[in-house]
């Protein structure tokens, strides 16, 4: 049976490295995107390595936003296939099925990093707009860490092994801010930071129920990472105030977030700030 890693968020930014980290060791990838559009630039090279011949690579659109109903799955269209095979629309499943005398993928690493940010003050954001970061970063993240813990738990019975013994062992990343930490308030990032301070909170809650079946949950909580586009959309001005309000913490690349979840994934470090 082959490790997937499901990665939201996946067609650009962090998202986009941590694929790219992760099939770099060896690891199957679902690169989740918000459209048929985005899942479709989804390709070899930029976002996924093939360097073992029992590794596939899918490319969903699943539009997050429009949560609970992708949960159904009725709605959305899907773009599944290896990367290099023909793309297709229909419908889809986003954790792989367990087909009997296959040799199926099981999915070992969730990384929900699929994020939107806000650009008003809480006064100028139509309540439209809230929902839209609620749903993407919080009510989607809440959904996925549900599905994922009860696929990795039945994983591991199909193999017939305890989910202790599987090494790496199944794990949760959650991306979080350090706009969410206390102490990091700014001012126009309000309904962004209350879903991340949630994701923090609810991932140390979930880490300690899932534990008892051996599947880890973590999360990452960056500062200010440069080379995205949730980074360089903002002004001058705007970018100054955040890295000021983060303390001065020094920049980060998306590439050294990468690095962080592939080690945490092989069990070297613990839930963080970078
Ligand atoms: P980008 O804006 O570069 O990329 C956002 C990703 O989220 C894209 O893959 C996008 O898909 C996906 N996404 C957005 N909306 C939806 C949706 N409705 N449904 C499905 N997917 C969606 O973001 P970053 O790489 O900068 O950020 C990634 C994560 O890291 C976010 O959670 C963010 O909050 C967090 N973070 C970022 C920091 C930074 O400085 N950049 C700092 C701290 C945390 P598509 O291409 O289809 O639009």
């Given at each position: 049976m082959e490790p997937v890693a499901i990665v939201t968020g996946?067609?650009?930014g962090i998202g986009q490295a941590v694929v790219r980290e992760l099939s770099r060791h060896g690891l199957s990838c679902i690169a989740v995107g918000s459209s048929w559009d985005s899942a479709r630039?989804?390709?070899?090279g930029s976002h996924l390595h093939f360097t073992t011949h029992s590794q596939r690579h899918t490319a969903l659109a699943v539009d997050l936003a429009q949560w609970p109903q992708w949960t159904?799955?009725?709605?959305s269209r899907a773009f599944v296939g290896a990367v290099r095979t023909t793309a297709r629309r229909g419908r889809f499943s986003l954790f792989p099925r367990a087909r009997r005398g296959q040799d199926a993928q099981y999915v070992n690493l969730l990384v929900n990093c699929a994020g939107v940010t806000q650009r008003a003050l809480s006064v100028n954001t139509p309540a439209e707009v809230a929902q839209r970061i609620v749903n993407v970063n919080l009510m989607s993240m809440f959904t996925l860490c549900n599905v994922a813990t009860k696929h990795m738990i039945r994983a591991g019975r199909r193999r017939g092994?305890?989910?202790?013994?599987?090494?790496?062992?199944p794990c949760i990343i959650n991306v979080s801010s350090?706009?969410?930490?206390?102490?990091?308030a700014l001012p126009g990032t309000s309904v962004y930071a209350a879903t991340k301070a949630a994701i923090t909170q609810y991932t140390a809650a979930i880490a300690q129920e899932t534990a008892t079946w051996g599947v880890r949950a973590l999360s990452i909580a960056p500062g200010v990472?440069?080379?995205t586009d949730m980074v360089r959309g903002l002004d001058q001005a705007a970018r100054e105030q955040l890295v000021q309000a983060l303390m001065g913490l020094p920049e980060c690349t998306t590439e050294d977030i990468a690095r962080q979840v592939w080690s945490m994934y092989e069990g070297e470090s613990q839930s963080g700030s970078l």
């Amino acid at each position: 049976m082959e490790p997937v890693a499901i990665v939201t968020g996946a067609t650009r930014g962090i998202g986009q490295a941590v694929v790219r980290e992760l099939s770099r060791h060896g690891l199957s990838c679902i690169a989740v995107g918000s459209s048929w559009d985005s899942a479709r630039r989804v390709a070899p090279g930029s976002h996924l390595h093939f360097t073992t011949h029992s590794q596939r690579h899918t490319a969903l659109a699943v539009d997050l936003a429009q949560w609970p109903q992708w949960t159904r799955g009725t709605r959305s269209r899907a773009f599944v296939g290896a990367v290099r095979t023909t793309a297709r629309r229909g419908r889809f499943s986003l954790f792989p099925r367990a087909r009997r005398g296959q040799d199926a993928q099981y999915v070992n690493l969730l990384v929900n990093c699929a994020g939107v940010t806000q650009r008003a003050l809480s006064v100028n954001t139509p309540a439209e707009v809230a929902q839209r970061i609620v749903n993407v970063n919080l009510m989607s993240m809440f959904t996925l860490c549900n599905v994922a813990t009860k696929h990795m738990i039945r994983a591991g019975r199909r193999r017939g092994s305890s989910l202790l013994e599987v090494t790496p062992s199944p794990c949760i990343i959650n991306v979080s801010s350090l706009l969410g930490e206390t102490g990091h308030a700014l001012p126009g990032t309000s309904v962004y930071a209350a879903t991340k301070a949630a994701i923090t909170q609810y991932t140390a809650a979930i880490a300690q129920e899932t534990a008892t079946w051996g599947v880890r949950a973590l999360s990452i909580a960056p500062g200010v990472v440069s080379d995205t586009d949730m980074v360089r959309g903002l002004d001058q001005a705007a970018r100054e105030q955040l890295v000021q309000a983060l303390m001065g913490l020094p920049e980060c690349t998306t590439e050294d977030i990468a690095r962080q979840v592939w080690s945490m994934y092989e069990g070297e470090s613990q839930s963080g700030s970078l």
